[in-house]
Structure formats: C-alpha cells, structure tokens
C-alpha cells in the first residue's frame, strides 16, 4: 500500500529513484543539515545500498512524491525497526524544488499514522542537527517532544556539533491529530468509534439471543 497524507504520499522506493537519492547524499548543503555522514557516492554505491536496504529488516525507505505534481520530491527513511519494543528512528531528505512548503512535515505526518496505525509503533523518534532551523521548525509544527541534546555528537566542515533527539509516543500523536483533525483524520477516527460501538450493540443483542433459546 502507498502512504498518504495532505500533500505528499510515500510509496516504495524504485530503481529509478536512485539517481535522486545519490542526488541527495552527494549535495553538500543536504549533507551539512543531517547528522550521519559519509563518502561521494557513485551511481554503482547507490545500487548497491538499494540492494542492501531492501534486504535490511530493521531499515526501510520511501520515495516521497508530491501530490500536485506527481514529482518525486525526497526519500523518507526509518531505521531501527523494533518489532519488540515497537519504536523507530524516522528521517527524511528533500531536494531543492521540494523545500518550503510542508511537504517534509505531512511526509512525517503521513508515516506517524502509518506507524501506529497499520504497523502497531507505540514511540516514533527523530535526530535533528541543531544548525538545521528547517527540520527544528517541523518538530513544532506537531506533537513531537524534545528528549535529550547529545552535545558535539556530530563533526562536519571542522565544527562539533550538538544532535536534538525527539520522540512522539502514540497516544500523544493520536490526540493531536483528532484535535487538529489533520487530513480528516478526527473526522473518520470518530466515525470508526460509532461503528465500533453499533457493532458490539449487535453483537450483545445477538448473544442475548442465543442466551435466551
């Protein structure tokens, strides 16, 4: 299934989406805002982390394609799947023409729903470079909590610096968007509660029934 929210959708990453995924590792200034870091990557090393990712069961990525256009406008990437404790490591990486229109916060928003609702997350993290105002002003926009500074965790153009970590647990996100009634989701999250509460009326009246015979 492809995953979709206000602006944006996020559906399987393709071979052909790879030339703008090495697009994105090799662009300096995209680079300089994440916390990981890493060698130019050529068109073979792109190949295989495609190969490697798609056989890797703790890691998935998703092309982000944005809805009025049809354009593939970034990846989104979740690390660290635990199944056990039922928490993932979120981020994502856009390309110049995608900037500046809340694409990056709706992809987040559309895999926060995703992950609680379909994949059973109970907390969904995030890693931001202090530097980078841009992914700092997505976490505001949403419920996503602040838990810890790692001070000087990452090195880049001869400078340390500190690393914000976040974590939205589910119950947090899931008030938020029925507040917010992002995308309709309040809407058809209460419409679910009334059908749930019509089904278990039937299902008591039909148990009386057999109770009775």
């Known amino acids: 299934m492809e995953i979709y929210g206000e ?7 393709e071979p052909e989406d790879m030339e703008m ?4 590792v090799n662009d300096p200034e995209v680079e300089h805002g994440v916390p990981g870091w890493g060698f130019p990557v050529s068109t073979i090393d792109q190949m295989k982390w495609f190969e490697a990712t798609r056989a890797d069961p703790t890691k ?8 009025a256009t049809g354009m593939p406008v970034g990846v989104y990437t979740v690390h660290n799947l635990d199944w056990h404790n039922r928490s993932c490591l979120t981020g994502y990486k856009l390309i110049p023409e995608g900037r ?14 995703y992950g609680y609702d379909e994949l059973g997350m109970h907390r969904i993290t995030g890693a ?5 105002a841009k992914s700092r002003n997505v976490i505001h926009k949403g419920p996503t909590s ?8 990452v090195y880049k153009n001869g400078q340390w610096y500190d690393v914000i970590e976040t974590g939205t647990l589910e119950n947090e996100w899931r008030e938020w968007a029925i507040e917010s009634n992002w995308n309709g989701y309040g809407d058809a999250y209460r419409a679910k509660q009334a059908e749930a509460q019509a089904a278990k009326t039937e299902s008591v ?9």
């Open 100 to 113: 500046g229109r809340g694409l990056a916060f709706d992809a987040d928003t559309a895999f926060a729903k």
């Open 146 to 153: 602040f838990e810890g500074l790692r001070r000087e965790a």
């Open 128 to 132: 931001v470079i202090v530097t980078n």
């Open 205 to 213: 009246k039909f148990r009386d029934l057999l109770t009775n015979r």
């Open 7 to 13: 602006k944006v959708k996020l559906r399987a990453m």
């Open 60 to 67: 998935k990525s998703f092309t982000i394609i944005e809805l």
């Open 21 to 24: 995924y090495r697009r994105l």
